[in-house]
């Protein structure tokens, strides 16, 4: 859909080396077009001035990590249930600002970023990035399934804000800097072995922010109760009692451990069924009902209205919106390049 045009000649960005593709285009309204209907995650997107720098968008894609470079003048790009609902897959993203001055509103939190600092956000979560000068960064996009192999409940990891004077934070921002940079892949081995060293990092950085890095020993706990119920999702009939009794704990205990979090134990049940409906109905041809009770609930009428609570269309219309774009979960073309 984007046409390839002569924006780097005209701004000054240097033509971009063999790992990235770039795709550039000078009619806005294509670009805004083409975020709100393809790539992995849908994007509404607003130009405080429509004769801004068009935005140089480039991307690759290491294993299966999807990375994206933009360059872009004065706008907001925002997130709510329309466009969470046409989303292809659920990611755990970090966005790493190497230009200018950008804020992150999830309407819990407002974070002000400055050049080397890294914000880590959910696709489930519904929020806003905005510039009023132009802004170069670099966006992640790691598959939750990915991201579960390094921490249990990737979304409770979202909302840091990594300073790039912080320990963690400097040593991740280095890293990210050689992924904006030209890292040729010998062949599929390598890619693999720097997907694997690439969220190996992010994890350690994440579990020395997120929930695990408490001084509180529910903190600890917490990882096995996410983990046991992610075992338990098929299991109808998956009660807090059951859970606290596989663990040994005390059924107040567990609310508590939940409660500390902003989270309730149905509520992140819920949220975690609805999720693998979600990536069922893009890959798979069994019909709405099959998936809802596959995953653990035992009514249509209300797996539709809790489905579409949370990504705002029903479960029928969000598969056939997808199918009607073509789209595909995780196996997204490189040419798919987004804003953020």
Request: net charge neutral; with cysteine; proline share 4%.
């Amino acid at each position: 859909m984007l046409k390839n045009g002569t924006n780097a000649e005209r701004d000054g960005t240097q033509t971009p080396s063999s790992c990235w593709r770039p795709v550039l285009s000078t009619n806005i309204d294509e670009i805004e077009t083409y975020l709100r209907s393809q790539g992995p995650l849908c994007w509404d997107v607003l130009y405080e001035c429509r004769h801004n720098p068009c935005p140089a968008l480039m991307g690759r894609r290491i294993g299966g990590l999807l990375l994206r470079r933009i360059r872009a003048g004065a706008s907001r790009a925002l997130r709510g249930s329309f466009e969470k609902g046409r989303d292809q897959g659920a990611y755990f993203c970090l966005a790493f600002l190497t230009g200018g001055c950008e804020l992150l509103d999830t309407g819990d939190t407002r974070m002000v970023l400055h050049p080397g600092d890294i914000a880590t956000w959910h696709s489930s979560q519904s929020l806003s990035f905005e510039s009023s000068s132009t802004v170069e960064k670099l966006s992640l996009y790691i598959p939750e399934e990915y991201m579960e192999r390094m921490v249990h409940g990737p979304a409770s990891y979202a909302g840091q804000h990594l300073k790039h004077d912080s320990g963690p934070g400097t040593l991740l921002a280095a890293y990210l800097n050689c992924l904006c940079n030209d890292m040729p892949m010998e062949d599929e081995r390598t890619e693999i072995e720097v997907q694997e060293m690439t969220l190996a990092l992010i994890g350690a950085a994440m579990s020395a922010h997120g929930p695990t890095a408490g001084n509180s020993p529910r903190s600890a706990l917490f990882g096995q109760i996410v983990a046991f119920i992610d075992r338990n999702l098929e299991d109808s009939a998956l009660k807090p009692s059951q859970i606290a009794n596989a663990l040994g704990i005390s059924l107040r205990y567990l609310h508590l451990v939940f409660a500390e979090r902003g989270h309730t134990v149905a509520g992140w049940i819920r949220g975690r069924r609805l999720a693998r409906c979600r990536a069922e109905l893009l890959k798979s041809f069994f019909t709405v009902t099959e998936v809802a009770f596959r995953w653990g609930f035992n009514d249509a009428a209300q797996f539709s209205h809790a489905f579409r609570a949370q990504y705002g269309l029903s479960p029928r219309s969000f598969r056939q919106a997808n199918a009607a774009t073509g789209g595909t979960p995780r196996n997204c073309a490189d040419s798919q390049l987004l804003l953020h």
